[in-house]
């Protein structure tokens, strides 16, 4: 890791800490209208957070949900048809 405003200064470089995060539940609302959408696959994607004069990072487990309401079919709809 290239030195930054975290590894300078007394005492030795730390390592960052690392944190698993999950919320992927099996369905989660389609915010538009609350129908249950189901999950199709998980991502995870890595986040800066923070912590004592180290680095800290978050591996967050999520959902990608796909619902199966009017508005949600409409919506791939218009973004596929132009
Ligand atoms: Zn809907």
Redesign the pocket.
């Known amino acids: 890791m290239p030195p930054n405003r975290f590894s300078r200064g007394p005492g030795p470089a730390q390592e960052p800490i690392y944190e698993t995060h999950q919320h992927a539940p099996k369905r989660c609302p ?1 915010p ?4 249950l959408g189901r999950r199709k696959r998980t991502r995870t994607r890595t986040v800066r957070h923070l912590a004592h004069k180290r680095l800290a990072f978050w591996k967050v487990l999520t959902g990608v949900y796909a ?1 199966a ?4 079919l409409d919506l791939l709809k218009n973004r596929f048809s132009s």
């Open positions: 389609y538009k209208c609350g129908e619902a309401c009017t508005c949600f």
